[in-house]
Nanobody, 123 residues
Framework: QVQLVESGGGLVQTGGSLRVSCAAS????????MGWFRQAPGKEREFVAV????????YYVDNVKGRFTISRDNAKNTVYLQMNSLKPEDTAVYYC????????????????WGQGTQVTVSS
């Protein structure tokens, strides 16, 4: 498994930007697709974005396309989620996850999770 630690969450106004980071250790980071998920109060955890092990491929859920960008630095064992044009409905705990695959869009393929970082967007 992979150990994951998120950071960078916080409070931001509507329309603002925030970047969350996830530092990984353990299983070879560069062999794993990495994903971001989020969970709002009273709601199920939601898939947000995924990036392939090489960084060549990305995929986003429809309601963040054009606003969020996932990226990774394999030399630093870190994955990022840049969030722009934030909306109150983006408020959630954001989780980083590592996959057993080099590329996947299936949530079930993610087997390692961070502790989460809170993102709050005020209206």
């Amino acid at each position: 498994q992979v150990q994951l630690v998120e950071s960078g969450g916080g409070l931001v106004q509507t329309g603002g930007s925030l970047r969350v980071s996830c530092a990984a250790s353990g299983r070879t980071f560069s062999s794993s697709a990495m994903g971001w998920f989020r969970q709002a109060p009273g709601k199920e955890r939601e898939f947000v974005a995924v990036i392939s092990s090489s960084g060549m491929f990305t995929y986003y859920v429809d309601n963040v396309k054009g606003r969020f960008t996932i990226s990774r630095d394999n030399a630093k064992n870190t994955v990022y989620l840049q969030m722009n044009s934030l909306k109150p409905e983006d408020t959630a705990v954001y989780y980083c996850a590592a996959s057993t695959q080099r590329w996947t869009t299936r949530p079930l393929d993610f087997d390692s999770w961070g502790q989460g970082t809170q993102v709050t967007v005020s209206s």
